[in-house]
């Protein structure tokens, strides 16, 4: 198992710059990607988070399936 994440800045205008946080899986098999952007980084981890479990547990579900 392989994980990477990455944060970055992204400019939502001239003046705001929003968090965005993008998460790469690889598990035997397959790999799984989430991203998502909010106004602090602890938001954006939270979703994207929350978006990885529910890909990892289908990702299971489907192996023992």
Do not use: H, W
Not at 12 to 30: D, L, R, Y
Not at 42 to 63: C, N
Request: no cysteine; charged share 30%; net charge positive.
């Amino acid at each position: 198992i392989d994980v990477d994440v990455y944060l970055k800045f992204t400019a939502a205008s001239s003046t705001i710059k929003q968090k965005a946080v993008e998460v790469k899986v690889n598990v035997p098999g397959n790999t799984l990607f989430a991203a998502t952007k909010a106004d602090n980084f602890e938001e954006a981890i939270d979703m994207v988070v929350e978006t990885m479990k529910r890909q990892l547990k289908r990702t299971k579900e489907k192996v023992r399936g």
